[in-house]
């Protein structure tokens, strides 16, 4: 009779207070990211290196790296939405490793808004593939994700056909030279057909150097795809606009 | 964490962790692709139901193991996954590999890790740090785990599993599991005891079921203080409790200050000499580092466990020990006797989660004790109803009453948005007379303007104010533990757990809902707990009287009027 009661009181409540949500990174104030997360982790003051994502003065175009030749060669452009660092990278750690795939859910909205505002449409959304291994052992792949959010709330459609044929270590803790050996024919496309003369917007939750991206786009290119813009939820800063550097 | 699905000669269903590596189990027919535990044991359960009926005197037994492959590729393929379809001529493969014993020429690892996870609770990450405090493979320690379970001293439980309609964790209870769509159709993932490391419907705990102590032994026990005559009535009551009663919860419900952990030692060592498991369990940690030393010095040679978030070492052994509510979530059914210090604070209090882990680190026919000065509504409630026995503590060691708050009221309120901030100057003159002044107040909005406040007042004194998430909180406590401060502000942070010698307490705002009569009878008793300063002054400065104060001034002339009628203090003008 108790639980009756209590489940009667909780129907009356959510029918007669509208859910408060938060901001969806730190749970504060300001929905759906709050002034501060916005300042400290999405930087809207910064500028995007074109070729790899990183968050660079807005001044410029590319990162030091990429000037010098370092960067991904087979895409069009690769935008992060924030700084990997905070509540956002908590965020994205929380849900891998934390089987916690539904905190990425959340940001959706924000981040398919900031994502159509930066890139031109698509012909279709692709997530970076995991190794089937990988997929097993994790349960989902985050960067799946990530597109069922951005289909949901763009309405593109998603592409599927891209699959990962080496079980790749994390390339975390890889340098940038061992990270291209790494992703080296690690990605095959089936069907090429499906994908002649489409534009993809390539998605990934991380990018450092932008090597994994770099070896998908290349496939892609490679089976007919028109043009590869890389997304992707966070990414390193310039190291010249962190403090401690200057 | 995964499991490969096996297949013996009748058809017989069963599991065999994977591991990292994704060895395949040597020597047994299985299924190459590793799945989630739950997956398996509803397939387990499947052909059990089934193979009464269908394969009762029917042809070989090859005939009858490739129908249940098939059969069960057809189970499997019926799942809303995303795992390619199986198939029970490629899928099943039998290793060549020899079975060879897991522990040949490990025999004192195996040791090791035995004694490291008798009662324990463990996900693959927790074996996977022993394996690393071991300094073996994970692989080994999942073999050792594996042999375990063979050999029926444990389990392999899903870690979330499906309940009805939902999903329950099996490590904290919680039924509001956050469910989403993995690799391997419906999933769920606890959040409420995330902070343990992840629970899912995909992973599995390795669950021990052996008691921590095999046999009776010989304790050292050596109270270093002699209980005094409060503490030996409740402490004959305990052990009487632990021994005879029918009842399986006791509430301990003792003075601040009356030193209700020592009135369970000697009921403590009393199980540990008949071969039970003891544990003390605290809410917050400061408690468990507060209580171990005690432990250590009148248990001397007796092995303790003290686990909390802040010790280094996760695995130790020892029947004795001393751990946080949070870290009691990995034992099950490991202990005959558990005390609980604290019950109604946080995180502790309101915690179906906690409550949940507490109750089920409890072997069957053990007992529970609550130990509070300030017990909580259903604790009452459950004592009156008569499934809880009380026990009552309501003196301190020095014999003197426990003093009464006295209540002033202010016209003006004491919030500094709505005050010009002026205080009755004489009144904390004298107050500061009598000793050292805390000062509590319910927000920590409030801190900072009654520091400023006082300073203005008393510029001579030496002041300062605090509250939790202030950064030089611990060195600002170490400071007024040493007496450095005339007058302290602090919000509830202070409210237990500390002796501070000579101090008198003042509550501005005591009629603010944020203190209930726990909270202001905790207060109230932080006065007057030593021989050397066995009384002092506590001060409610409100606008109006809350039943919460009255509650709390109720209760503490309850103890003292019990206490008097026990002639456990002594009259005094």
């Not at chain 1, 938060?22 to 500028?47: F, M, Y």
């Not at chain 1, 599927?160 to 340098?175: A, E, N």
């Not at chain 2, 001529?89 to 290793?95: H, L, M, P, R």
């Not at chain 2, 409890?362 to 409630?381: F, M, N, Q, V």
Request: proline share 6%; net charge positive.
């Amino acid at each position: 009779m108790k639980r009756f009661f209590e489940q009667g009181l909780k129907l009356i409540q959510a029918i007669w207070y509208s859910e408060e949500t938060g901001c969806v990174l730190c749970g504060g104030n300001g929905a759906p990211i709050c002034e501060s997360c916005t300042r400290d982790h999405l930087h809207p003051e910064l500028g995007r290196c074109l070729r790899c994502g990183k968050l660079i003065a807005r001044e410029k175009t590319l990162c030091l790296d990429c000037q010098e030749g370092r960067g991904p060669k087979h895409l069009k452009r690769v935008i992060a939405w924030g700084h990997y660092s905070g509540y956002l990278k908590e965020l994205i750690l929380d849900a891998k490793f934390g089987a916690n795939p539904m905190r990425i859910a959340k940001i959706g909205p924000p981040f398919a808004d900031w994502a159509i505002h930066w890139l031109p449409p698509a012909d279709g959304i692709l997530a970076v593939p995991m190794h089937p291994a990988r997929l097993a052992e994790r349960g989902f792949n985050q960067a799946e994700v990530i597109v069922s959010q951005l289909h949901w709330e763009l309405g593109l459609p998603i592409f599927q056909g891209v699959t990962r044929i080496k079980p790749t270590p994390p390339q975390v803790s890889l340098s940038r030279q061992e990270r291209l050996i790494n992703v080296k024919d690690a990605f095959v496309l089936q069907e090429p057909e499906r994908f002649q003369g489409r534009s993809v917007w390539l998605v990934d939750d991380v990018t450092t150097t932008g090597t994994t991206l770099d070896a998908v786009a290349e496939v892609l290119l490679e089976g007919g795809v028109s043009t590869v813009y890389g997304l992707c939820l966070a990414a390193g800063i310039e190291k010249i606009l962190v403090p401690e550097f200057v | 964490m995964y499991f490969f699905l096996t297949l013996n000669k009748n058809g017989d269903v069963g599991y065999f962790p994977a591991g990292e590596k994704d060895r395949l189990p040597p020597g047994i027919c299985c299924l190459k692709r590793p799945l989630p535990l739950g997956l398996i044991q509803n397939a387990q359960d499947w052909t059990n139901k089934r193979k009464k009926g269908r394969f009762w005197g029917s042809g070989l037994k090859e005939r009858q193991c490739d129908r249940v492959k098939s059969e069960l590729c057809r189970l499997l393929n019926g799942q809303e996954w995303n795992v390619p379809k199986l198939s029970s001529q490629e899928d099943f493969v039998t290793s060549d590999c020899q079975l060879a014993s897991s522990i040949d020429g490990r025999e004192l690892m195996f040791q090791a890790f035995d004694e490291l996870v008798l009662g324990r609770q463990l996900s693959w990450g927790e074996l996977k740090i022993l394996a690393r405090e071991l300094r073996c493979e994970a692989e080994i320690i999942l073999a050792f785990a594996h042999l375990n379970v063979e050999r029926n001293m444990a389990e392999w439980v899903p870690a979330v599993v499906p309940q009805g309609k939902g999903w329950q964790c099996q490590r904290c209870g919680e039924r509001n599991i956050k469910e989403w769509p993995s690799y391997y159709g419906r999933a769920g993932t606890c959040l409420s005891c995330k902070t343990l490391g992840p629970s899912t419907s995909l992973e599995a705990f390795y669950r021990d079921h052996r008691p921590l102590l095999k046999g009776q032994e010989n304790v050292n026990f050596y109270p270093h203080w002699p209980l005094t005559e409060a503490q030996n009535l409740a402490s004959g009551q305990v052990l009487a409790f632990l021994n005879n009663s029918a009842q399986p919860k006791a509430l301990l419900w003792a003075a601040c200050g009356s030193g209700k952990t020592e009135v369970c030692f000697p009921s403590a060592a009393r199980a540990l000499e008949e071969g039970k498991s003891v544990l003390f369990a605290a809410p917050r940690q400061d408690v468990i580092h507060d209580v171990a030393p005690r432990l250590k010095r009148d248990f001397p040679g007796v092995p303790i466990q003290v686990l909390t978030g802040s010790v280094p070492i996760r695995y130790q052994r020892g029947n004795l020990v001393l751990a946080t509510t949070h870290q009691v979530l990995r034992f099950w059914q490991a202990f005959d006797v558990i005390f609980l210090d604290e019950m109604d604070a946080f995180p502790y209090q309101g915690s179906e989660a906690l409550e949940w882990g507490l109750t089920h680190a409890l072997r069957p026919k053990g007992k529970l004790i609550y130990l509070t000065a300030t017990p909580s509504l259903e604790a009452l409630k459950e004592v009156r109803r008569g499934n809880m026995l009380l026990i009552r503590l309501p003196a301190r060691h020095h014999r003197y009453p426990l003093p009464i708050p006295v209540v002033e009221k202010y016209r003006n309120p004491f919030d500094p948005k709505s005050n010009l901030l002026s205080l009755n100057k004489a009144r904390f003159e004298s107050i500061r007379q009598a000793g050292r002044i805390l000062v509590f107040v319910p927000k920590i909005s409030w801190i900072q303007p009654w520091v400023n406040c006082f300073r203005r007042y008393f510029p001579d004194w030496k002041i300062e104010g605090s509250y939790s998430s202030d950064k030089e909180r611990f060195d600002k406590i170490s400071d007024l533990r040493q007496g450095k401060f005339d007058l302290f502000v602090s919000t509830t942070i202070l409210e237990r757990g500390i002796t501070l010698e000579g101090i008198q307490v003042v509550v501005l705002g005591a009629e603010h809902p944020i203190f209930d009569e726990r909270a202001l009878v905790q207060m109230a008793g932080r006065v007057g707990r030593t021989r050397e300063n066995p009384s002092g002054t506590i001060v409610f400065m409100s606008c109006s009287n809350s039943t919460a104060m009255k509650t709390a001034i109720q209760w503490i002339k309850d103890q003292n009027r019990l206490a008097l009628k026990q002639g456990l203090i002594d009259l005094r003008t």
